[in-house]
DNA sequence: AGGTTGACCTGTACGC
DNA sequence: TGCGTACAGGTCAACC
């Protein structure tokens, strides 16, 4: 679930819950999660107050009074539960605020993470140091792609999930974005023109968008309590296809590259 | 250096 | 019902 749009509509949803609050608890269940969680991240964050909620590629932000900011990243299979009634074996951090609301980050298969650094050095927190740029920032364009990927042979499906290229794309996304483009995802990066450049990086944008659109217009879904979002409405029009009609009729397909499936439409991705 | 592969974990769906 | 297998939205280290 979480790409980009799912990671901006969590941190949507905490807001309300979040913004402005004391953190009167905040109790990590365990030593770690895809990596060690900080030994001092409870008593840096306990008592402090939250400033602002934002977004980096993948990773949530919470920023606090204290001048740190509480990274995460929800793997494959994270997500935050809101007043959850009861506490799971997957709940791997629970958060109470000053007004009594409380949050679990629950994440079974552990591929997320927690970190917590000095809001002033977040740019040098190592996950973020090579980072491209946000995919729906300024810095994103055509002209962009055209250097990322000058002189690449890989495959642009391979180029367009590697977050140094544009950050955000997970495996959803850069399969819709490749079939709007109406560029094959095997197309070798180095062999795609500004033409198809300047396309992808509009469809790029308005895959995100939409879907950012889609799961804003359900957020109130967001609190309940069983933590289901509600929003994941499939409107794709390749993932998860495989044999059904794209829009043009020719059945899509599915193939495996580098041990994760890729949807695509042969006639209209070339 | 760029490109590719496998490992990390657990849950779920499906065929027999 | 039970068991085995395939697969899942992400990174990152280790290899050619």
Redesign the pocket.
């Known amino acids: 679930?979480?790409?980009l749009p799912?990671v901006e509509t969590t941190i949507r949803g905490l807001e309300p819950v979040l913004l402005g609050q004391r953190l009167a608890s905040v109790d990590p269940r365990r030593p770690d999660l895809?990596?060690p969680i900080p030994a001092d991240l409870r008593q840096r964050l306990t008592g402090a107050t939250v400033t602002r909620l934002h977004r980096r590629?993948?990773?949530g932000l919470i920023d606090t009074s204290r001048g740190d900011t509480m990274i995460f990243?929800?793997?494959?299979?994270g997500r935050w539960r809101v007043d959850p009634e009861e506490i799971g074996?997957?709940d791997h951090l629970l958060i109470e605020t000053g007004e009594g609301r409380r949050l679990a980050l629950n994440d079974?298969?552990?591929?997320g993470?927690l970190d917590i650094v000095e809001t002033e050095a977040l740019a040098g927190f190592?996950?973020f140091v090579r980072l491209g740029p946000e995919p729906l920032g300024p810095e994103f364009t055509a002209r962009h792609l055209a250097a990322a990927l000058a002189?690449?042979?890989?495959?642009i499906k391979?180029?367009l999930?590697?977050?140094r290229v544009v950050a955000?794309?997970?495996?959803?996304?850069?399969c819709e974005a490749l079939h709007m483009a109406g560029i094959a995802p095997g197309t070798?990066?180095?062999r795609i023109g500004m033409v198809r450049l300047d396309r992808l990086a509009r469809a790029i944008e308005a895959v995100l968008a939409s879907a950012i659109e889609a799961g804003g217009s359900s957020l109130r879904d967001f609190a309940r309590p069983d933590g289901e979002l509600g929003y994941?409405s499939k409107q794709w029009r390749a993932?998860?296809r495989e044999g059904e009609p794209c829009h043009c009729g020719t059945p899509i397909r599915?193939r495996?590259?580098?041990?994760?499936?890729t949807f695509y439409c042969p006639r209209c991705q070339r």
């Open positions: 679930m979480p790409e799912e895809r990596r590629a993948k990773y990243h929800l793997g494959m299979s074996t997957h079974p298969r552990r591929f993470s190592a996950p002189g690449r042979a890989a495959p391979a180029l999930l590697d977050q955000g794309l997970g495996n959803i996304y850069v070798m990066g180095r994941f993932y998860g599915r495996t590259d580098g041990g994760r499936s």
